[in-house]
């Protein structure tokens, strides 16, 4: 059993930046491909970022590529997602997912987090 626990959001202006954390719990963490996915109101959850599982590989959504960047900490059980020129379309409840077999599809999650939420303002 894997725990995820998001942190980091907050209400930025437009163009300011956002780091977000999250803690997993257990001593596996390692073993797992981690992502950070997103959903604004009344829109489906997306993809934003993953790293595979020693960070050695990145990928992004188009939408935040040369904004955001991925991060892992293997020694610390902690994923990174750090935010920059912001925009108000970047709103939404992020979340933190851990994927063993590292497809990072929604419905192949192993672990979720409860999201964490970034509101940007214009």
């Known amino acids: 059993q894997v725990q995820l626990v998001e942190s980091g959001g907050g209400l930025v202006q437009a163009g300011a930046s956002l780091r977000l954390s999250c803690a997993a719990s257990?001593?596996?963490?390692?073993?797992?491909?981690m992502g950070w996915f997103r959903q604004a109101p009344g829109k489906e959850r997306e993809l934003v970022a993953t790293?595979?599982?020693?960070?050695?590989?990145?990928g992004y959504a188009g939408s935040v590529k040369g904004r955001f960047a991925i991060s892992r900490d293997n020694a610390k059980n902690t994923v990174y997602l750090q935010m920059n020129s912001l925009k108000p379309e970047d709103t939404a409840v992020y979340y933190c997912a851990a994927d063993a077999r590292g497809t990072m599809t929604t419905y192949g999650i192993d672990y979720w987090g409860k999201g964490t939420l970034v509101t940007v303002y214009s």
């Open positions: 257990g001593r596996t963490f390692s073993s797992y491909a």
């Open positions: 790293i595979s599982w020693t960070g050695g590989s990145t």
